[in-house]
C-alpha cells in the first residue's frame, strides 16, 4: 500500500492540550487550531517526501525508512529520529519524547501522537 497522495485535514483531537505540551505559545495555537491544512506525500519505495501546508507555513520532512534523519517538530525545532514502518501501512517514530504513530487505512491517514498522557489525534483523507 502506497503512501502517494495528498490528503486534507478532517479533524483532529485535543490540538490545544498537545501544543501547550509542545511548548507553544497560546497566540499561536489559536491561530492553527482552525485552520485547514493539506499533506502532499511521496513515497519512492523506503523513501518519503511528506510537505504539510497549514496557512501560510510549510513544513518539509524528507526520510528513508531505517535510517536516522533530521525531522522538524511542529515547535520548529529539528530532531534527529528513525522512522521505522510496521506493516506496509504504518509509520512510527520517536520524536524525542514524542511517540509519532501515522497509519493509512484506505483513503484515510490517521496522526497519533503522545507526550506524557496527551494523545494528539489527526484524521486526513486523500483528496
Do not use: W
Amino acid at each position: 500500500m502506497s503512501f502517494t497522495g495528498k490528503y486534507e485535514l478532517q479533524s483532529q483531537e485535543n490540538f490545544e492540550s498537545f501544543m501547550k505540551a509542545m511548548g507553544l505559545p497560546d497566540e499561536q495555537i489559536q491561530k492553527g487550531k482552525d485552520i485547514k491544512s493539506t499533506s502532499e506525500i511521496v513515497q519512492d519505495g523506503k523513501k518519503f517526501k511528506i510537505t504539510v501546508t497549514t496557512g501560510s507555513k510549510v513544513l518539509h520532512q524528507e526520510f528513508t525508512i531505517g535510517e536516522e534523519c533530521e525531522l522538524e517538530m511542529l515547535s520548529g525545532e529539528k530532531v534527529k529520529a528513525i522512522v521505522h514502518m510496521e506493516g506496509n501501512n504504518r509509520l512510527i517514530a520517536d520524536l524525542k519524547g514524542i511517540k509519532s504513530i501515522t497509519e493509512l487505512d484506505g483513503d484515510t491517514i490517521t496522526l497519533t501522537m503522545k507526550v506524557g498522557d496527551i494523545t494528539y489525534k489527526r484524521v486526513s483523507k486523500r483528496i
